[in-house]
């Protein structure tokens, strides 16, 4: 089997692509020349340019490609540091999964990519990695998008009658007051008055009542005005992206048209 195609099975392997029995993912490493580290981690990028190169730079990584997307399997995390990662990934939209034993490189790859779909589309030099390791709350709120909208919706009722302003308004305050533990915090937090906190807390009380007593409550509402905002980046990202695309494709579309015209002679 040529290299190439043994490293690509390989990397579906590991990556939980295609079903290997017991014993075959040591004939696909030895066939591939890339002995299965104990530990790796998964790093997927946005463009396949200098992909090689970028292996080499991390271990011998093992490139690979899910979906169109080009992924590397890092070998020994702990010899590449954060740093190291990041000197390596500057400059291009990259997300760095979190390290896991070989066995559930598959969930490393998975946390990667949808890292990166939640990424910024421009690129330039100063462009860093993201790293699931830090938005591991984040990815957790946002694994069911269903579940998370059922929270918000179960916590949050109180503020729908609210004007939009007003309800931004006591949901910013709630959060600080819930992060910062009081309102001399949560003003720090806002940039605002101690006495506007109280103000708004006393709303705030009115609407959720005794319940906001209740520590187990309290976890549950941070919990739900953190998904509701990070719902919101998450939709507002998709449909710039969308927005994004539609004009590309109505410049592109007029320039194959000419293209067209030019070969029919019109």
């Known amino acids: 089997m040529p290299v190439a195609r043994a490293r690509q099975d390989l990397f579906d392997a590991l990556a939980g692509q295609r079903g290997v029995p017991e014993g075959g993912l040591t004939e696909l490493a030895r066939a591939a020349g890339w002995p299965v580290p104990d530990t790796l981690q998964a790093v997927v990028l946005a463009s396949p340019a200098e992909a090689p190169q970028l292996a ?17 399997f890092v070998p020994d995390p702990a010899t590449q540091t954060k ?12 997300a760095v999964g979190h390290v ?3 066995t559930e490189a598959a969930s490393s790859l998975r946390w990667a990519r949808y890292l990166l779909s939640l990424g910024p589309s ?20 946002l694994q069911d998008e269903s579940l998370a909208d059922a929270l918000t919706s179960r916590w949050l009722g109180p503020l ?16 600080a007051w819930l992060e910062g533990g009081g309102a001399p915090e949560a003003a720090k937090l806002l940039h605002v008055h101690p006495q506007t906190v109280r103000y708004r807390l ?21 919990m739900a005005l953190r998904s509701r905002r990070l719902m919101a980046h998450v939709r507002s990202y998709r449909a710039r992206a969308g927005r994004r695309a539609r004009a590309v494709a109505s410049t592109i579309r007029p320039l194959g048209m000419a293209r067209e015209a030019r070969v029919n002679g019109l």
Request: charged fraction near 30%.
């Open 56 to 72: 080499a730079a991390l271990g011998h990584a093992l490139i690979g490609s899910i979906d169109g997307d080009t992924c590397l």
């Open 202 to 222: 006393r709303q705030i009380e009115k609407l959720f009542g005794p319940a906001l007593r209740d520590p187990r409550t309290r976890f549950e509402l941070e």
């Open 100 to 102: 896991v034993p070989a």
């Open 122 to 141: 421009r690129v330039g030099p100063e462009t860093r990695p993201a790293f699931v390791d830090d938005h591991l709350s984040a990815l957790l709120l």
């Open 83 to 94: 740093a190291r990662l990041e000197a390596a990934l500057k400059g291009r939209m990259a």
């Open 160 to 175: 729908d009658e609210l004007t939009p302003r007003q309800s931004e308004r006591l949901e910013v305050t709630l959060l």
